[in-house]
């Protein structure tokens, strides 16, 4: 990919391609005193390598999961940040996934009221998606991503190699958000990824990082028209709402990308449904991504309906008896639609798994 | 005074003056769904008053105290307003002091990624400088004011009537920041300010509330000038950098504007001794402000050298040996200077409260 400047309103922030983890952490700025938040299997992974990079006085080592996104998780991060002497002047670099970038994002966001932060992404969720955009996420009791800022990192080290050593799951996942991105661009951007992917592709770096390209390259206008979401930006959300509840109502057992392709067919399913897409745009989504939900489609099976609906209706963004979703009428042609909940969704979304419509007729 | 609008990254806000507590709420934003965070002294001080202003359900009352400004003791305030249905559609309504609006300010900006919230200041210190400024100050651990962020409340609701049911000490304390900013402002407004100050004015309401209106004056051009206190704003500090650790040397027996006004007078006498600031310059503030801190001066003799030594060297300002200082050249001539901590600082704080400079000579 080629290096990129995204504007936001905290500051202007830089992608930037590196061959390796070494040239990327070398360049981190301030560097001798730069202190490190890493995923901890991520470090063990390449032991090797960081070792000479990562001087362990300035070290943070972090488990990735969901109940590491607590104030009370969070508390004895920021404690063993500052007591190594993370302050104002310092740099913090983040090394890891979504998880460790929402819990570097929001202490480098409050920590002094804002510091420098670097990111090196180590998911092709991260690399593909969320490391441009700003937000951070932190749950708080039973509330979900209900906590955050709008943060984003100073610079983004992108090494396209660390996505050789992820588990295929991590990659299907990462591909979950590269085909909705791709799908929000329009018809040929998604038909040449279609004709990209195969079983293959999991492995294939290069081909990974064009697509991680591709993904900055819809996202960015999105993110610098709207920063803060309260318009066209609501667009990237198209499967997330209900991929967030089949998530919740799974208790995470299907990764956030694969939810988020079985949430884009639930709202296609629905869009043509209510006659806004053809029947057709639906069969053939159906048919072109049932390799890259499967078998998670099935998982969907153990979740109770009732939990599913009860998450859509907490969550954040909805507000009374409908629920705004990200409905399409095809290609590139998604838009923001209220829909009842009882009336329309409960029913579509039974229907959807029931009759398992996630698979091809 | 007269309404303000103020400028801040965030959002544009305004401070608007209300004759009546009613006649404030009654005019709050969306108000049929807002949620109330208010002190618990003030509405019991209150209560007749606000009973049929403030809908139970929608009311979550805190005692403010420093404890309460923790990451752990925030956690139920969150769900508690979670609960009763705070999100991103629904106003916070913060009624209280600097606490109140700290944990408020926190608790808007990082709800939702930032709520609208509006601001009704209880205290003479949050009107006449803590309410503009957009600065919350969160602690961890043993780190004081560590966490924060900058989002300014949409509106700051001006009811100087609440003045007058304040303690003597709350007032003195709201004082000790009115004078910095007179200070700052120049020589005529501080003779002003002087002039205007008699041991009545703690009880009128109708003074103190000009001078509300005349700190706003002095603050709003450094805080639009410098929002994120990286030049000019810097010299807001003045007395801060002593003050805060008089306060926390003494386990916060001291009132906060007291403190800055004992932090003042050192920073004065500091300057005196290394030839910026005319000895008679000292003479006359001392004489000048003894009144407005007394006895708190002597409550540092309690206080242990060491214990103040070591809060300067926390602060997140400092980063090395030597300590950043707003330092002065006489009225409205303060400046940011590099003091050494071991050679300068330590002797000039000693001599200060052990000679008991803050008094007359």
Chains 1, 2 share one sequence.
């Not at 709402?241 to 995470?252: I, K």
């Not at 909940?341 to 419509?357: N, S, Y």
Request: proline share 5%; hydrophobic share 45%.
């Amino acid at each position: 990919m080629n290096p990129l400047t995204i504007q936001a309103r905290a500051h202007a922030y830089t992608v930037e391609p590196f061959a390796s983890i070494a040239s990327a952490l070398t360049s981190v700025a301030g560097r001798d005193k730069a202190l490190y938040l890493v995923d901890r299997r991520f470090r063990e992974l390449y032991a090797a390598e960081l070792a000479e990079l990562l001087p362990e006085a300035r070290v943070v080592e972090l488990e990735a999961s969901e109940g590491a996104k607590s104030f009370e998780a969070l508390t004895p991060v920021f404690l063993d940040l500052l007591a190594k002497g993370l302050k104002r002047d310092r740099t913090l670099v983040v090394i890891g996934g979504g998880v460790l970038q929402d819990i570097g994002c929001f202490i480098a966001s409050v920590l002094s009221r804002g510091l420098r932060w670097e990111l090196l992404p180590t998911t092709l969720l991260a690399q593909a998606d969320s490391c441009i955009g700003s937000k951070s996420s932190i749950n708080i009791g039973q509330y979900k991503n209900q906590i955050g800022t709008f943060y984003p990192p100073h610079r983004i080290l992108m090494v396209p190699g660390v996505l050789a050593s992820l588990p295929d799951d991590e990659i299907r996942s990462g591909l979950g958000e590269v085909i909705k991105l791709q799908l929000l661009a329009g018809e040929s951007g998604f038909r040449e990824l279609m004709a990209d992917l195969s079983a293959g592709s999991l492995r294939d770096v290069a081909l990974l990082s064009k697509w991680v390209g591709r993904s900055a390259a819809v996202k960015q206008p999105y993110i610098e028209t709207d920063e803060f979401d309260r318009g066209v930006r609501n667009l990237l959300n198209y499967g997330h709402t209900f991929g967030h509840a089949y998530e919740s109502a799974t208790a995470f057992a299907i990764p956030h990308g694969i939810a988020v392709v079985l949430g884009m067919l639930t709202a296609t399913c629905i869009s043509a449904h209510l006659g806004l897409a053809p029947a057709a745009h639906f069969d053939e989504l159906r048919r072109l991504l049932a390799p890259w939900h499967q078998p998670y489609g099935d998982v969907l099976q153990g979740a109770s309906l009732d939990a599913i609906l009860a998450a859509i209706k907490h969550d954040k963004k909805n507000t009374g008896d409908t629920v705004n979703c990200i409905l399409t009428r095809g290609f590139g042609r998604m838009e923001k639609t209220p829909v009842p909940l009882a009336e329309v969704l409960a029913p579509g979304i039974k229907d959807f798994i029931q009759k398992r419509l996630y698979l091809s007729a």
